[in-house]
Nanobody, 122 residues
Framework: QVQLVESGGGLVQAGGSLRLSCADSGRTFSNYNMGWFRQAPGKEREFVAAISWSGGNPYYADSVKGRFTISRDNANNTVYLQMDSLKPEDTAVYYC???????????????WGQGTQVTVSS
């Protein structure tokens, strides 16, 4: 069973940085590919970044490429999202998710965290 808990969200000024963490309390974390998604008010949930079970093959949405970095630590059952050069349009609830398939779409992800709010002020 995968149980995901995000942390690290908050309020930051434009140009600043945040690092989100997503910890899994289960025992099968290293079997799953992991993704980060976000949902802004009034908008659909969208893909942000994904990483394979081994830590390779990172994928990024064009809107965050070059600013965000996804990584994972399988020894500590945690996936991270380092967010630099933040913009007001990055404001959203950020979710981590686990999937047997490395994907940029929502439907392959079977397990989701509760989300953490990121607010970027101008």
């Amino acid at each position: 069973q995968v149980q995901l808990v995000e942390s690290g969200g908050g309020l930051v000024q434009a140009g600043g940085s945040l690092r989100l963490s997503c910890a899994d309390s289960g025992r099968t974390f290293s079997n799953y590919n992991m993704g980060w998604f976000r949902q802004a008010p009034g908008k659909e949930r969208e893909f942000v970044a994904a990483i394979s079970w081994s830590g390779g093959n990172p994928y990024y949405a064009d809107s965050v490429k070059g600013r965000f970095t996804i990584s994972r630590d399988n020894a500590n059952n945690t996936v991270y999202l380092q967010m630099d050069s933040l913009k007001p349009e990055d404001t959203a609830v950020y979710y981590c998710a686990a999937s047997r398939i490395l994907a940029t779409l929502i439907f392959p992800y079977d397990y989701w965290g509760q989300g953490t709010q990121v607010t970027v002020s101008s």
